[in-house]
């Protein structure tokens, strides 16, 4: 198959959109990261990369909480905003209905279906991004968007992000089941 070379920035599937919710001068605030992605599995930990310039990373290194809140695709105009406002100069506590679990430095989001609250366990410094790795404490989900006890993606409807081409999109249908599709494979091998 020929293959060309497109430089460093594509993502080959849709990363899901969050909004990571903190406290900047004593306001909840909302950031848009997409940078983000399950890392270990017990403890439950997370890494997000989050830009040397946003009011979350200083919120986040202050108070060492913070939620991740996984808005639907109907949720799509705010979400972007969050993106593009700064709580630096911003206000955008107003912008959904706030609930808070363990910590008061976690505000998470009433309208999105799947909301985690996190302790910061490791930070790593890179050129234009901090990683923080961060654990699940807790996890706040929809009653609406269980099926058979489960979190239904269907259900959830997330919002999901490709690049360079800069577009939102939703999940499509499921292909097969995970760790069951390869064992055709296996018995063949
Ligand atoms: C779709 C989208 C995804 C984004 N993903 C990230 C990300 O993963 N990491 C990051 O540092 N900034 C990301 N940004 C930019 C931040 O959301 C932006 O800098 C924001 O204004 C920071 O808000 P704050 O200063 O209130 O923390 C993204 C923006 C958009 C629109």
């Known amino acids: 198959m020929e293959k060309q070379s497109i430089g460093t ?31 270990n599995m017990n403890p439950p930990l997370i890494s997000m990369g989050l830009n040397k310039q946003s009011a979350t990373r ?14 639907s695709a109907g949720m799509v105009a705010e979400t972007d905003y969050c993106g593009i406002a700064s709580g630096k100069t911003t206000d955008k506590s107003g912008l959904f209905k706030v609930f808070y679990g363990k910590s008061p430095y976690a505000p998470m989001i009433s309208e999105c279906p799947l909301s985690f609250e996190c302790t910061v366990v490791e930070t790593h410094e890179f050129a234009t991004h901090t990683c923080f790795i961060g654990e699940i404490v807790a996890t706040y989900l929809d009653s609406s968007c269980v099926t058979n006890g489960k979190p239904d993606p269907a259900k959830i409807d997330p919002l999901l992000l490709t690049m360079p081409d800069n577009q939102y999109w939703r999940i499509g249908k499921p292909v097969a089941q995970a760790w069951n599709a390869g064992k055709k494979v296996q018995k063949r091998s």
């Not at 959109?17 to 990261?33: A, E, I, K, W």
């Not at 200083?58 to 808005?71: D, G, L, M, Y």
């Open 9 to 39: 920035n594509a993502t080959i599937c849709p990363m899901p959109v969050t909004l990571v919710g903190s406290m900047v001068n004593d306001r909840s605030n909302f950031m848009t990261v997409a940078f983000i992605s399950r890392v």
């Open 58 to 71: 200083e919120a986040v290194f202050k108070h060492r909480t913070f939620s991740v809140n996984f808005p």
